[in-house]
């Protein structure tokens, strides 16, 4: 949840969009920060001869405007169908096998796998064929909000206004009598409990003494996606921007898709630039991992500049962000994995007063990490009230 603002522009740097009526956006308006939500047409475009051609997901009439060619209309229609058909009513399966049955190579290829890569930072192989539905149908109905400055909004005024240390990394947990010892940089102190919101992986890190040994081998293989991402500040403005930029049909190597910033609000960019944040294809993330910062940038930066016609020089500033556990994975297997996790750590926290949250505890989202840190507040909250109960039972 974090963004950054440089040469003035801002970024999201990870998450960045959410619904009207879910629990970010309820939180965000607990928070006072109403006025900071900026809603956020659901739009999806694709460079044709060096312009964005752009529709709207939730006006279907604008999938005529030439970003989709006639098959690829009937197909989208097609697929509209069924994201409101099969989810639920047959098994889950991936998205690749399933698409592979359903629709052309050549759709594939240009539309889902995009899509795929840029909701789930997975390739299409990988996706539960029910969660890319169920992401498409929620595209054509659901109001989307972004914040106007960028999600890191949330995060700085969750800190100011809770009493907390942020920024700080835990190092190590560890039992002192019934309390848990905190050790960190510039925080080393034992509390009657933790909500530990960290990512799966550090989670792991900081609780494996405490596993059993079978779940700590299971969640060491906690499928994940890893994402590179590039930011860049154009010179001079695309004609229209949209949301979701996916490639020109037929000719993405390295970029899977791409975000205008101007997009979520006009507050974002600088009069006469661009912003941008380019996401990699997800299969090539593990080549582009082992690269240089100025590597990555030329291979995306020499690609886009194709799709757009972009002259030498076109850009002022840019940079690189990579997330080796960019998401927890939404393949066909998450539901029971999550499940399996749910009751290890249920049955952790009732020895050690240590309760988990985090996307790889439900919907791998913004919605489902919060969800999940309701669930430990929750817990955490109803442990403690009945520890008070039986104390005061016992006066
Ligand atoms: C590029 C990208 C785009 C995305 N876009 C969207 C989107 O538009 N909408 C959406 O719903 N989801 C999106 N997601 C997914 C979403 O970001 C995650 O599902 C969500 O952020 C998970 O929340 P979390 O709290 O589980 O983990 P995180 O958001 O990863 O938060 C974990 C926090 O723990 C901190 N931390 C790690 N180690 C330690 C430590 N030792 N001590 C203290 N703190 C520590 C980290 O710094 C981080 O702040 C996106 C993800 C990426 C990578």
Same mark, same amino acid.
């Given at each position: ?345 249920? !049955?952790?926290?009732? !020895? ?44």
């Amino acid at each position: 949840m974090r963004s950054l603002e440089t040469a003035g522009a801002v970024y999201d740097l990870g998450a960045w969009t959410f619904t009207a009526g879910g629990r970010v956006a309820r939180l965000a308006r607990a928070l006072g920060l109403a006025n900071d939500l900026a809603t956020i047409p659901t739009t999806v475009a694709r460079p044709i001869g060096g312009h964005l051609r752009v529709a709207n997901l939730r006006k279907p009439l604008s999938l005529l405007t030439g970003v989709f060619s006639p098959i690829e209309v009937l197909h989208a229609i097609r697929l509209l169908y069924f994201s409101r058909t099969l989810p639920g009513r047959t098994p889950d399966e991936t998205a690749g096998a399933w698409a592979a049955r359903s629709f052309p190579p050549g759709f594939n290829r240009a539309v889902l796998a995009p899509l795929a890569g840029l909701y789930f930072l997975q390739p299409l192989a990988d996706v539960s064929r029910n969660a890319l539905l169920g992401t498409l149908r929620y595209l054509t109905h659901i109001q989307l909000m972004s914040f106007k400055k960028g999600m890191g909004q949330l995060g700085a005024r969750l800190a100011a206004t809770l009493d907390l240390h942020y920024n700080h990394t835990i190092e190590s947990l560890s039992l002192e009598g019934q309390a848990v010892l905190v050790r960190g940089k510039g925080c080393s102190r034992p509390f009657n409990g933790v909500i530990l919101a960290t990512p799966l992986p550090e989670t792991l890190r900081l609780i494996h003494a405490w596993l059993d040994p079978d779940h700590r081998q299971a969640a060491e293989r906690w499928p994940h996606a890893s994402a590179v991402l590039v930011r860049m500040l154009l010179k001079g403005r695309l004609r229209r921007p949209a949301l979701q930029v996916l490639p020109p049909r037929e000719m993405a190597k390295w970029i899977c898709g791409f975000t205008v910033e101007r997009a979520k609000s006009a507050m974002r960019t600088p009069a006469d630039r661009e912003a941008l944040t380019i996401y990699a294809r997800p299969e090539k993330c593990a080549t582009l991992s082992q690269w240089c910062d100025r590597d990555i940038v030329a291979a995306l930066a020499g690609e886009l500049a194709r799709w757009l016609r972009l002259p030498r020089h076109h850009h002022f500033e840019c940079g690189v962000k990579r997330w080796p556990y960019a998401v927890a994975s939404s393949d066909p297997e998450a539901g029971l994995r999550v499940a399996a996790m749910q009751a290890q750590l249920q !049955r952790l926290s009732k !020895r050690i007063p240590v309760w988990a949250a985090g996307d790889y505890l439900g919907p791998a989202s913004l919605e489902g990490a919060v969800a999940s840190a309701e669930i430990a507040a929750r817990a955490c909250r109803m442990h403690f009230k009945n520890k008070d109960h039986l104390l005061s039972s016992k006066h």
